[in-house]
């Protein structure tokens, strides 16, 4: 036998961050999980992804599932393809109407955010349909070859195709589509990604979608032509997987993929754990992400990235630009701000010692030694303190000018920058949980992300959260949950129908999307016992200007109700309602790596007790241990104040918190109250 065919088959997730490209890989002979941290190549994403592949060299039969923010990327610095808008004549305009809305309402001089596409590249074609899909203008041939001729004149490589009323019947928008391919066009038509009302939206959709799938079509064909032998698959931003080859052409979908992936790891992870109500708190080098699940994963289709509608269905998370390579600095009114301004790979933080000549959040954690003084990646990346020591003597000194003594001492800088970059995530879980009515003493705060396990304690008891769950896997739980993620098809028609339609007219119309969904779970290989489609709709009452989505039964009038006095605290049963959108959901199980638990033993903990060293609180400087978590056992328990190392993150109790750790080697850690005079 040669030795490809006496190696394993692997299963390998891969997430790119800001500042590292995580890799978690399960041996399915050996079924042990192992997992490993490459800084990230911002020039080149694919760099890191293939060096880590090629220190892996995987045998046949592998499979890969990418997280990428390629397409994201590609949206928020407007490095995507060159793209036109096609619609119908009278509406090439739409992209800069928008809603009419200002973002800064009392800001005379707030302008809108420019559209992808400029004025010059919005196109029209002769054709148009009524509400009904009845044909007012055919379309013609003539206007058809003007337009391709425009578009070869402007040199465009991508087509967003939007014509009004295709949602109801595509006829016209397929006729156009084909022709712009057979000219050589990538086309994203409306009609394929989301036949859906709302002409702005389904067009900022269909733009964004074509904006970006040709940078991410050229980046997996780089990624897939080096995973020969093995399948390829890339997550999505409602939480699933599917083939490469789909997201090639609706790049769209991607665009949340790292995020979407650490919250289904999380859940994974909690519900072994006995948790079912989270918040989750990803922290990583560029950004913060936060979610609640409380029973069940939410997602939703009224997302904005770049301050772009996106109604594809996404994970419901909220994103802000703090994280552990933030950068510090002072304002014009002598504030310290943090972020969302990040140093990322390359230089990154000043300890990184790669050139980076401003102070972050990573520098002010390393200054205060809460972390390891071996460094990063169990050494590999040594932490240069001088460097650290130079960026913030820098920052102090722009400060003083502001402050009431002569000078700003380094340690009050370090703390400083702590407390506002705890602020902003502060402000971002209130966001998702207490103006949402979720009580956040009712969850677990489950972190994970490099930089989450030094804060989580700090923000759980500013949040009045009791504990705090930090997996074994946190640094690369994104990766993680790739793995475990299922395959997610979503598919939606707007329909518009009285809310008394009968559930067997309804069942009728689900038909064609129910044929569509098994016949594409069939294209994805998810075999047949594993294939369940979900039905879903959504309503509102007549005059509404929203929808609430419900399970698709009898009884869907009641589930509606029901779910709009849990939103809205009221419910008008005597009111019509509206049915506008049919909503289905493909899914075909994945079995995720088995997590392995171990029998638990006493609660002694002093054989992974490494050494003391001096760390600064706000209360002062004392000697803290540093606990080595390769050594910590289930039923250990760790009293604060203490640091929990370990190769990719690094967990801070202060001296009111207490950790153990449980069966699945999580860390569990009881949040003490603040005392009065620390407050």
């Not at 890989?25 to 994403?45: C, E, I, N, Q, W």
């Not at 379309?139 to 009323?165: C, D, G, H, P």
């Not at 008891?461 to 793995?483: D, F, H, K, Q």
Request: aromatic fraction near 6%.
């Amino acid at each position: 036998m040669s030795p490809d065919n006496e190696r394993s088959p692997l299963s390998i997730g891969i997430d790119i961050g800001g500042t590292f490209t995580d890799f978690v890989v399960y041996d399915h002979v050996a079924g042990r999980v192992k997992t490993f941290k490459l800084l990230s190549t911002p020039a080149d994403p694919a760099q890191a992804v293939l060096e880590g592949l090629r220190r892996l060299s995987p045998s046949a039969g592998h499979t890969v599932v990418h997280g990428s923010t390629v397409a994201t990327n590609a949206l928020l610095e407007r490095k995507g393809a060159c793209t036109a808008f096609v619609t119908t004549q009278g509406f090439r305009d739409v992209l800069q109407i928008g809603r009419q809305t200002r973002r800064n309402l009392y800001d005379w001089f707030s302008g809108g955010v420019p559209a992808l596409v400029p004025p010059d590249r919005c196109l029209e074609v002769q054709e148009r349909l009524d509400h009904r899909g009845r044909v007012l203008r055919p379309l013609t041939k003539k206007s058809l070859s003007s337009l391709i001729e425009t578009l070869r004149e402007q040199r465009v490589e991508a087509v967003a195709l939007s014509l009004l009323f295709s949602f109801v019947n595509p006829d016209h928008e397929r006729q156009i589509g084909q022709r712009l391919r057979e000219a050589g066009f990538f086309v994203t038509a409306s009609h394929e990604l989301i036949p859906e009302f709302r002409e702005f939206e389904r067009a900022s959709t269909t733009v964004v979608n074509a904006y970006v799938s040709p940078v991410l079509n050229r980046y997996l064909e780089t990624l897939e032509q080096s995973c020969a032998g093995g399948s390829f698959h890339v997550m999505q931003s409602n939480g699933g997987r599917i083939q490469a080859a789909q997201v090639r052409q609706e790049g769209v979908r991607s665009i949340l993929s790292g995020p979407a992936g650490g919250v289904i790891g999380a859940e994974y992870l909690a519900r072994l754990a006995g948790f079912s109500q989270l918040i989750t708190f990803d922290m990583g080098g560029t950004s913060t992400d936060v979610s609640v699940v409380d029973g069940a994963i939410h997602t939703t289709s009224e997302a904005e990235i770049a301050s772009m509608p996106i109604r594809v269905p996404v994970l419901d998370i909220h994103t802000v630009g703090a994280g552990g390579g933030s950068l510090a600095r002072v304002d014009a009114g002598g504030a310290l701000r943090v972020g969302p301004e990040s140093a990322g790979a390359d230089p990154g933080p000043a300890c990184y010692g790669r050139g980076g000549r401003t102070a972050t959040v990573t520098d002010a954690n390393a200054f205060l030694g809460r972390l390891p003084a071996t460094g990063l990646l169990g050494g590999e990346l040594p932490l240069d303190l001088d460097a650290t020591h130079e960026a913030l003597a820098g920052l102090s000194r722009e400060l003083v000018p502001y402050a009431a003594g002569p000078d700003v001492d380094l340690e009050e800088t370090a703390l400083g920058i702590l407390q506002v970059v705890n602020a902003e995530m502060e402000r971002a879980i209130r966001v998702i949980s207490v103006e949402r009515g979720h009580d956040p003493r009712e969850y677990v705060l489950l972190t994970f992300g490099g930089a989450g396990g030094v804060h989580a304690c700090e923000l759980a008891r500013s949040l009045n959260v009791g504990r705090v769950l930090i997996p074994l896997a946190a640094s690369t739980l994104s990766a993680l949950g790739m793995l475990t993620a299922n395959v997610f098809l979503d598919y939606v028609q707007t329909v518009m129908c009285s809310g008394k339609t009968s559930f067997e007219e309804l069942e009728r119309r689900f038909v064609p999307m129910v044929e569509q969904a098994g016949a594409d779970l069939a294209t994805q290989k998810v075999p047949l016992p594993a294939r369940h489609v979900h039905c879903e709709l959504d309503l509102r009452y007549l005059g509404q200007s929203f929808e609430l989505t419900v399970p698709f039964s009898p009884a869907f009038q009641a589930a509606f109700h029901e779910q709009h006095v849990q939103r809205y605290g009221h419910k008008d049963e005597a009111a019509g309602l509206e049915i506008v959108n049919l909503r289905v959901r493909a899914i075909g199980d994945v079995d995720p790596p088995p997590m392995e638990t171990q029998a638990t033993g006493p609660a002694d903990s002093s054989g992974a007790l490494c050494h003391e060293r001096r760390l600064v609180f706000v209360s002062g400087p004392r000697p803290v241990p540093f606990y080595d978590r390769r050594r910590l056992r289930p039923g250990h328990h760790v009293p604060g104040p203490a640091v929990i190392f370990q190769d990719d993150t690094t967990i801070l109790l202060s001296e009111i918190d207490h950790a153990r750790v449980d069966a699945w080697q999580n860390v569990l850690i009881t949040v003490g109250e603040a005392r009065a005079e620390s407050r």
